[in-house]
């Protein structure tokens, strides 16, 4: 008799443990559900708010990930001079382009410049010089011996994004706009610019070439294997 209570007990031990696992179990199951389930509310919480994934490099070239917003949503849009960043749910940091070197929002990606404009004679010049102006984000279209940037702004009259586009060759400060509005190309410009190319300035003249990046990746593509 004792020893059939001596096993019953141990059985009902044994039974009480299995119960306390399968407990624990299914407590840590919920528990992972929930978080999950948190994480992909908080995901798409920020994707309504016009977030969107990518990351920043600061000026000490750490990487920061996250979810990244750098304008207002519609109808009352504005570029910001801070691009946020979330990593939560709550709270948003901001990043000035003095404090970062680039950022990738989505599929795109911005660049901090230094950017001068002056105003001469109805005529607007850029440059990017070390201290000049100051520092601005620059989409990034073409990188190479000469860089293509786009310079955005918020149009006040038609109230879309447009842009500046902007040639810069590697270490050089000059900075030529690319085109003027439906005028198409600025050729005379762009001939002096791609002056040590002349097959390109020849199709620049010819107009048998009109494509921004087009021309951006031959001549790099040129200054890689001169031919």
Not at 68 to 94: C, H, I, M, T, W
Not at 209 to 216: C, G, L, R, T
């Amino acid at each position: 008799m004792f020893k059939w209570n001596w096993i019953g007990t141990e059985l009902v031990g044994i039974g009480l443990i299995k119960l306390n696992v399968k407990l624990i179990c299914m407590r840590s199951f919920f528990l992972s559900l929930l978080i999950i389930s948190f994480i992909i509310f908080s995901h798409q919480v920020i994707a309504q708010n016009g977030y969107q994934s990518g990351y920043v490099v600061t000026i000490d070239k750490d990487t920061i990930y996250g979810e990244l917003k750098d304008r207002s949503s519609e109808p009352f849009g504005k570029l910001y001079k801070q691009v946020r960043l979330k990593r939560n749910l709550f709270f948003a940091k901001r990043f000035s382009p003095k404090e970062i070197s680039m950022y990738k929002i989505g599929n795109d990606v911005y660049r901090s410049i230094w950017l001068l404009e002056e105003n001469v004679f109805l005529t607007t010049s850029y440059s990017s010089r070390y201290g000049e102006g100051g520092k601005v984000f620059v989409k990034m279209i073409v990188s190479g011996e000469v860089d293509y940037y786009q310079l955005e702004f918020r149009d006040a009259d038609s109230g879309y994004y447009d842009y500046i586009p902007l040639y810069k060759k590697t270490g050089q400060s000059e900075m030529v706009r690319v085109t003027q509005g439906v005028l198409g190309l600025k050729q005379k410009q762009l001939v002096h610019f791609f002056n040590d190319y002349p097959l390109l300035v020849k199709k620049i003249q010819e107009k048998l070439i009109k494509d921004p990046v087009e021309i951006a990746e031959l001549y790099n593509a040129w200054k890689i294997s001169p031919q």
